[in-house]
């Protein structure tokens, strides 16, 4: 029964990770809830995200969105910064975790209902060398934030990339996955070397990732955003409250 709740929990978090973005706010919280402590979540959960970004890297790749140089720059600080947020994530009481967790939920379902990177999608800047050492800075600290928690990190990836950038959002997510997947690999080394890792749970979700994903990518992206928007607000509101302590 564990194992098809986490199934399914994969497959609406890939769903929405394709049509909207912020799948992990109901995965981490829906593995805390299965018992897992908040720490073997946190490393449980990144197995997925690895193998979900690693296939939208190939299938960027396929469609020609693939700047490799740039991704490398972003990427390179952000596989520092993750390591550091790792090892702070994997010290952190349950309960501190949580909390973070909680609050971080409330914070990303504004984004995910104000959508700030669609208002300013029509910027269009130069990309000078002070734009590129501004973007690494930046992703550096992305990094610690996604070794650490994770979820929201593509919300950060894309306004931090279209403030700095004015790139469309079609290439800016396509840098978003590459640079996740390189992170993401050194982040969950720091969780399996402390044994963080529950790997049935975390390939079970993987399963389910890759077929939601590859549903959401057939599904009317116009109608299903809207729908899929508003289940993710009512569901990440009450997880948030029971992470937060509102009620048992």
Same mark, same amino acid.
């Given at each position: 029964?564990?194992?098809?709740?986490?199934?399914?929990?994969?497959?609406?978090?890939?769903?929405?990770?394709?049509?909207?973005?912020?799948?992990?706010? +109901?995965?981490?919280? +829906?593995?805390?809830?299965?018992?897992?402590?908040?720490?073997? #979540?946190?490393?449980?959960?990144?197995?997925?995200?690895?193998?979900?970004?690693?296939? #939208? $890297?190939?299938?960027?790749?396929?469609?020609?969105?693939?700047?490799?140089?740039?991704?490398?720059?972003?990427?390179?600080? #952000?596989?520092?910064?993750?390591?550091?947020? #790792?090892?702070?994530?994997?010290?952190?009481?349950?309960?501190?975790?949580?909390?973070?967790?909680?609050?971080?939920?409330?914070? $990303?379902?504004?984004?995910?209902?104000?959508?700030?990177?669609?208002?300013?999608?029509?910027?269009?800047?130069?990309?000078?060398?002070?734009?590129?050492?501004?973007?690494?800075?930046?992703?550096?600290?992305?990094?610690?934030?996604?070794?650490?928690?994770?979820?929201?990190?593509?919300?950060?990836?894309?306004?931090?990339?279209? +403030?700095?950038?004015?790139?469309?959002?079609?290439?800016?997510?396509?840098?978003?996955?590459?640079?996740?997947?390189?992170?993401?690999?050194?982040?969950?080394?720091?969780?399996?070397?402390?044994?963080?890792?529950?790997?049935?749970?975390?390939?079970?979700?993987?399963?389910?990732?890759?077929l939601g994903g590859?549903?959401?990518?057939?599904?009317?992206?116009?109608?299903?955003d809207k729908y899929?928007?508003?289940?993710?607000?009512?569901?990440? +509101?009450?997880?948030?409250?029971?992470?937060?302590?509102?009620?048992?």
């Amino acid at each position: 029964m564990k194992l098809l709740m986490v199934l399914a929990a994969g497959v609406v978090a890939g769903f929405i990770n394709t049509l909207a973005g912020g799948g992990s706010l +109901l995965t981490m919280p +829906l593995l805390i809830f299965l018992g897992l402590p908040s720490v073997v #979540a946190n490393g449980t959960n990144r197995v997925a995200l690895m193998v979900q970004n690693i296939v #939208a $890297v190939t299938n960027f790749k396929k469609k020609g969105y693939f700047d490799i140089k740039f991704s490398l720059m972003l990427g390179i600080p #952000a596989i520092i910064g993750s390591i550091v947020g #790792a090892k702070i994530a994997i010290k952190l009481p349950d309960e501190v975790f949580n909390k973070i967790l909680g609050v971080i939920m409330i914070i $990303v379902v504004i984004f995910i209902i104000w959508q700030p990177q669609k208002r300013i999608a029509s910027m269009k800047k130069e990309l000078t060398k002070k734009h590129k050492a501004l973007a690494s800075i930046v992703f550096f600290f992305v990094g610690i934030y996604g070794g650490l928690v994770q979820a929201g990190t593509g919300f950060i990836v894309i306004i931090s990339l279209t +403030l700095i950038t004015g790139f469309s959002l079609v290439k800016i997510n396509s840098l978003k996955v590459f640079v996740i997947a390189m992170y993401m690999v050194s982040a969950l080394l720091v969780f399996i070397v402390n044994g963080k890792v529950d790997w049935l749970l975390g390939l079970t979700l993987a399963v389910g990732n890759g077929l939601g994903g590859y549903i959401g990518s057939n599904f009317a992206v116009k109608k299903g955003d809207k729908y899929i928007r508003i289940v993710l607000f009512v569901a990440v +509101l009450l997880m948030a409250g029971k992470l937060l302590g509102i009620y048992k």
